[in-house]
Structure formats: C-alpha cells, structure tokens
C-alpha cells in the first residue's frame, strides 16, 4: 500500500533535554496507526512536529508525499490534546469557521456541521455557545471540527479526553467509518483497549526513542508468550509465586498472568482451582496493556 506518513530521522531537542531521538515511523494509507508511550516519552512533541507547529533539529517528515507543510495543509485534520475553542462563538457557527479555513465552501461545511452534530448527539446544541457545553461535548466538537473538512489523514492526540463510556464508543465507531472510507489515521491515547480494537500497527517510544514498531498482529506474536486471563471468586495467592508466574495484573476478581518460563498453563489452572472458584479462564495472546508496561518497564531497567 502507498505510504501516508513516512517519518525519518527525526529528532528534537529543548535545551538539554533529548524530547525526540532518531525517530523512523511509516503509515500506510488507509491504515490506523497508535503512537504509544508513557508520559513524556515524546509522543505530542512527534505530532506537532508531523503538523509543522515545531520543526525537527534532524531529519524529514513526508505527509501525503509532501515535505512542504503548506502544500498538505488542507489534507490533514489535527485534534490536539489541547482544546483550541472559541468559547463565546455558537457551535455551529465555531464548526463552520473551521472548515472555510480549510477551503471548504460555507453552505456546504453549515450542511456538514449539522450532519456531524446529528451523528454526535449534540444537534439540540447547534446555536448555543461553546461555553455552554460541558467538557465531553466540547470534546466532541473538536472532533468534528477536527474531521468536518473531509481530510484524507487524521492526526488525534487523546482524543477520548473527557468522554463517557457511551461517547467513547460513539467516536470510536465514527474512527473506524473513517478508516473504511480510505482515511488514514494517527492516535496517540493511553487507552489501550481502544487500540487493540482500531489499530492496525503502534509505534511505541519511551524517553524519545523508538523501542517497539509494526503490525499490532505481529507485535503480539512476536511476544512468543501466551497470556492466561481468569476470572474467579475468592482470595488467590497463587499468583504470587514466583515459581509459577513470572508477572500477574490483579484487579480483584480478575487477573493477568504471564506465565513463568517452562510453566504449562495447565499448572497454573491447578494452583488456582485449589484457591478460588474459577468463573473463566483463558489462554491467549498477552494484551496490548501487558506489553506497553513489560516493554516500558524494560527500558526503564535498562537505563
């Protein structure tokens, strides 16, 4: 497939401090990519860099097969983990000012405003001022705007920010129509269920440099460890002995495992049904979550 982003050599500084090291990043066209890491570990500052608002001390960004930001403006739409609202402009109207910005003709983004807001749940709310929308709704029109000019790429930086449960799952699935009209996206959350569920491929970077990279469906093969997941009633200990299990994610009638080296899963389900009742239990590939805190806490080992 063409490629939509290509990133090389990046790198950026502030002072002494190494924000961005080195960076290589491709994303295909039409593809959903998740730009991972801890707080701090670069990610925003590799987005602004995509979108021009800082410029690297190193290296090259091509976007839609473009180097020059001016040319690919308009192609692009970027939700910052910042709100940049106008807060006394009426929504609709705020909507409509994104989008001329971008070239889009008046009646034409007024229609596609209202289009939008009706998707979002927010149509009662098209003449009222920004002001008057609590954080999750104003969080949804950003996303709107971020979108409304029809962009063949979509850079989002945290985009679940503020939102329910229930709109969490609407913006999600308005991500994923994205995606099968052709739209390549770049998400950058801490959500990570959320990825495992729209990404294609993550690029994971801690303190500035990339440490992991690819198809989602490879990185977790490459793992070459299958998790165990189970569910259960009582009090384990199980879990707790080195011996068996090597790290356990315990969140009080649910737990991870990644199994010690050698130990068949079988062992494991043996230990615990001597414990509690078991109410499920899974074998399965580790889960995103499990491998963004192995990997970070391996660097940070290294270090």
Known sequence: ????????GVSKSFGDLQAVQSLDLTVEAGSVCGLLGPNGAGKSTTIRMIMDIIKPDTGTVSLLGETDPDRRRD???????ERGLYRKMKVRELLTYFAALHGMEPRHARQRAMHWLERMELGAW????????????????QVIATILHEPEVVILDEPFAGLDPVNVDLVKQILLDLRNQGVTLLLST???EIVEKLCDSICLIHRGRK????????????????????????????????????RAEDSGRFIEILPADGIDPQRI??????EVRITRFEVM???????FVETVRARGEEA
């Not at 497939?1 to 090389?8: F, G, K």
């Not at 990279?213 to 259960?232: C, F, H, M, N, T």
């Not at 590939?285 to 491998?291: M, N």
């Open 75 to 81: 192609r692009i739409g970027y939700l910052p983990e």
């Open 1 to 8: 497939m063409p490629e939509a982003l290509v990133i090389r």
């Open 126 to 141: 098209a003449e009222a001022k920004v002001e008057a929308l609590s954080k999750g709704m104003q969080q949804k029109v």
């Open 211 to 246: 440490v992991l990279d690819g198809p989602l469906s490879k990185v977790k093969a490459d793992r070459g460890v299958r998790a165990i997941q189970l569910e259960y009633d009582g009090r384990p200990t199980f879990h707790h002995d080195p011996a068996l299990v090597a």
């Open 285 to 291: 590939e580790p889960s995103l979550h499990q491998i």
């Open 269 to 274: 389900l043996d230990a615990a049904m001597k």
């Open 190 to 192: 801490h959500q990570m």
